[in-house]
Antibody, heavy 122, light 109 residues
Framework: EVQLVESGGGLVQPGRSLRLSCAAS????????MHWVRQAPGKGLEWVSG????????GYADSVKGRFTISRDNAKNSLYLQMNSLRAEDTALYYC???????????????WGQGTMVTVSS | AIQLTQSPSSLSASVGDRVTITCRAS??????LAWYQQKPGKAPKLLIY???SLESGVPSRFSGSGSGTDFTLTISSLQPEDFATYYC???????????FGGGTKVEIK
């Protein structure tokens, strides 16, 4: 079964850091780009960051550029998001998502995890 | 960044109705557009990719059309399980950010 499972969310104070993980299974992880998408409570979807299959290309939303770092470990079938200098507006459910197109950085997302909640509050 | 404007932001419809949702891009994106369905408490589900290609397992009552700046998602005969929020997404823009539309909530009339 193709599956993505996120972990690492929680309650964190403003200015602190958090690292999210996404464990992939059921597909050849190192053939596909991976992304993070977030959704604030009651709001729409916001793309956060994406990384190519070989980590050669990376992109970030302007709202997180310079604070968040995406990475992957193909040997462990895992995707990560290091979030530093967290703000209240980063509070959201964070999804990892697999790109549909083989070795494309940007494409539709055909597989999504269930999400991990990040709450930034003092 | 490329902006995507969905309309309407919400609509009320009855089972069996034909429903159309539009998505307009602030600049041309060729056919690099996807549509998703999201139900409360669930992750988004891919319906359409490359503007008009139906994802495997998605009912044929869903269809997508358009290219350039104007796109449409059509549900030919609304079913009870189709009441949800729908989002468009463009993926033509690297190195500019990938973007989503604001969503369209389809409710029961």
């Amino acid at each position: 079964e193709v599956q993505l499972v996120e972990s690492g969310g929680g309650l964190v104070q403003p200015g602190r850091s958090l690292r999210l993980s996404c464990a992939a299974s059921g597909f050849t992880f190192d053939d596909y780009a991976m992304h993070w998408v977030r959704q604030a409570p009651g709001k729409g979807l916001e793309w956060v960051s994406g990384i190519s299959w070989n980590s050669g290309s990376i992109g970030y939303a302007d709202s997180v550029k310079g604070r968040f770092t995406i990475s992957r470990d193909n040997a462990k079938n895992s995707l990560y998001l290091q979030m530093n200098s967290l703000r209240a507006e980063d509070t959201a459910l964070y999804y990892c998502a697999k790109v549909f197109g083989y070795q494309l950085l940007f494409h539709a997302f055909d597989i999504w995890g269930q999400g991990t909640m990040v709450t930034v509050s003092s | 960044a490329i902006q995507l404007t969905q309309s309407p932001s919400s609509l009320s419809a009855s089972v069996g109705d034909r429903v159309t949702i539009t998505c307009r891009a602030s600049q041309g994106i060729s056919s690099a557009l996807a549509w998703y369905q999201q139900k409360p408490g669930k992750a988004p589900k891919l319906l359409i990719y490359d503007a008009s290609s139906l994802e495997s397992g998605v009912p044929s009552r869903f269809s997508g059309s358009g290219s350039g700046t104007d796109f449409t998602l059509t549900i030919s005969s609304l079913q009870p399980e189709d009441f949800a929020t729908y989002y468009c997404q463009q993926f033509n823009s690297y190195p500019q950010p990938l973007t989503f539309g604001g969503g369209t909530k389809v409710e029961i009339k």
